[in-house]
């Protein structure tokens, strides 16, 4: 094969394997303004799914609830991810760095349902044991910023890596404290991926059905909890709307957070420039 | 400089390290315990393995009658086996699809490549459930593959993909597509394209270079990438629920079913600490690969 037409392959590949990833989100885009609550038939244009939303007092509820929980959670796991970024970053030697690497990349494997079941277990054991913590939001949020942890390490872990050290450094010779350095010095040049990690834990979040499921106790219900049981009993129009409205939502933060990483980048690369 | 960190330290490593270890690491713990555990109809739903009798002795009563249930019962097998299949096959084809897919990416103008990986990134972090059901919404037997092909005259009767494996295969590919392409573009990228010149210059056909040099080189992202699809595949739920019929038995639909259709809670646990001995495997190989990756 020329080099040419090598090319043309695999970028068609691409752009086929990027069809397939959009359609059917454009379709259900599409079908949400739909006026026939039909699937097949288009009755016309209609923005009425999205107004029915705005009186369903159990989805209003669940969501209201799912965003605390992805509030909280995601600031949590920024905490813990970053101190744990920097745990295994700066130092080289300590008891426990091969559990900590361990626990936190195998959560980003770990199948959600068993984390779930799990995580479950010793909530109950927990409960019989110091009554704390009951079934409901601070369960969730518990286990969310477990699973969130393990992204914001890996995503901070790998900026930190490749911030110069020497900045921080000069720093202490001019009599800085190693916290005041790292604060005022190193922490600017992480925040974006601070912020960006902030953003995909806040959608991961948002999303997950199968650990709230379990997590949850019978009285609360996140919102990817009623979308499931919604979509479970059939269609029904008013969820096309919704996904619409949270598609929208998240690529919005995606796209922030995309942005920031790579101005960052950019900026960096600048000075590095500049800096020569 | 390093030593003044030290005394500090541990007030940044144990809050990461004490959180994980709580809330990770020891509640397998509690599933293994409760695995050996009985139903009991009490709140929880199970009875005491280990316990302290009247005259404060431990007392413990453990019993494999769960594990024994796995292997007499055929469900799980089958579950098992079919839920392994599947997350096989749809690693093998998420595969021959996102390495062509990295490869492009790789070898695109640094400028679009930002672009590139934002595109493929963004429905990767899109709800999950979302996508789930907007693949059902193309697949129906009423949805938009079928109207459009009645409508072009290719077909006369709908097609039945729904609540069949094509379904399900079909919901993983699309779903975990964008782990597989991530890695793979990591390593990929990383490539030093002389290496292939000098391979050109040397009388190497462009298919040997990529098979002596790009695809040994790419190993790393190849195992990673097929380890995030193959492992969380496995486990799926959502997709064979909602896109599956009755004999897409998949092993999470099994223990979500075991424990919210039937509430054998201990049974549930047994399946999950099965289903983890199964998982350690992959899931040391992808450690393995991870780690190394990083220090590099």
């Given at each position: ?38 699937v ?53 030697r ?23 079941i ?29 699973f ?35 604060l ?25 059905l ?22 479970k ?18 690529g ?25 | ?29 509690f ?13 929880p ?47 093998l ?154 004999n ?29 001995l ?19």
């Amino acid at each position: 094969m020329r080099p040419e037409r090598r090319s043309t392959v695999l970028v068609s590949v691409l752009f086929f394997g990027i069809a397939v990833l959009y359609l059917p989100i454009l379709v259900l885009i599409g079908y949400s303004f739909n006026a026939s609550p039909l699937v097949n038939v288009w009755g016309g244009f209609s923005t009425a799914w999205y107004g029915q939303l705005l009186h369903d007092r159990q989805l209003l509820g669940a969501a209201l609830l799912s965003l605390q929980v992805a509030v909280a959670a995601s600031t949590g796991a920024v905490v813990l991810g970053t101190l744990a970024a920097v745990a295994l970053v700066r130092f080289a030697r300590f008891p426990g760095r091969l559990l900590l690497t361990g626990m936190v990349n195998a959560p980003l494997v770990m199948p959600e349902i068993i984390t779930g079941i799990t995580q479950l277990l010793l909530f109950v054991s927990m409960v019989q044991l110091f009554s704390w913590p009951h079934r409901g939001l601070t369960t969730i949020v518990l286990s969310h910023v477990t699973f969130c942890t393990a992204y914001v390490t890996v995503t901070v872990q790998s900026r930190l890596q490749s911030a110069d050290r020497s900045l921080e450094e000069a720093a202490m010779d001019l009599g800085a404290t190693p916290a005041r350095a790292f604060l005022e010095v190193t922490l600017p040049i992480i925040a974006p991926a601070l912020i960006s990690s902030w953003l995909l834990c806040f959608t991961l979040s948002l999303d997950d059905l199968v650990i709230s499921s379990f997590v949850a106790g019978p009285g609360a219900s996140t919102l990817p909890m009623v979308i499931y049981s919604k979509v479970k009993l059939g269609v029904s129009p008013d969820i096309n709307a919704l996904a619409t409205v949270i598609v929208c939502a998240v690529g919005v933060c995606i796209v922030v957070a995309g942005w920031l990483m790579t101005r960052s980048d950019r900026r960096r690369a600048l000075e590095a420039q500049l800096a020569r | 400089m390093k030593a003044s960190w030290r005394p500090g330290r541990w007030l940044i490593i144990l809050p990461p390290l004490a959180f994980l270890l709580i809330f990770f690491l020891i509640p397998f713990l509690f599933a293994f315990k409760i695995s050996f555990a009985e139903t009991a109809p009490r709140v929880p739903p199970f009875t005491d393995v280990v316990s302290f009798t009247a005259d404060h002795r431990l007392h413990i009563a453990a019993s494999l009658a769960n594990y024994r249930y796995l292997f007499t019962d055929p469900v799980y097998g089958v579950a098992y086996l079919y839920s392994l299949r599947t997350a096989f096959f749809s690693t093998l084809i998420c595969l021959a699809l996102g390495y062509p897919m990295a490869y492009a990416i790789a070898r695109s103008p640094k400028s679009a490549q930002g672009l590139l990986l934002l595109i493929i990134m963004l429905p990767f972090w899109t709800s999950f459930l979302l996508r789930v059901y907007a693949l059902e919404g193309i697949i129906r037997d009423n949805g938009f593959l079928n109207t459009l092909l009645l409508h072009l005259g290719l077909i006369s009767h709908p097609l039945r993909i729904m609540r069949t494996s094509l379904a399900v295969y079909l919901g993983i590919i699309y779903s975990y597509l964008p782990f597989m392409v991530l890695p793979l573009f990591a390593t990929l990228e990383k490539l030093d394209p002389s290496l292939l010149e000098a391979a050109a210059d040397l009388g190497s056909t462009p298919w040997r270079a990529f098979r002596d040099i790009t695809l040994p080189l790419s190993l790393p992202g190849v195992i990673a990438g097929s380890m995030l699809v193959f492992i969380p595949a496995v486990g799926e739920f959502v997709i064979p629920s909602l896109l599956g019929g009755p004999n897409q038995l998949m092993i999470g639909r099994v223990l979500w079913d075991e424990f919210f259709g039937n509430h054998d809670w201990p049974v549930a646990s047994a399946v999950a600490i099965a289903f983890l001995l199964l998982l350690v495997g992959p899931i040391a190989i992808y450690q393995y690969y991870n780690v190394r990756q990083l220090e590099a």
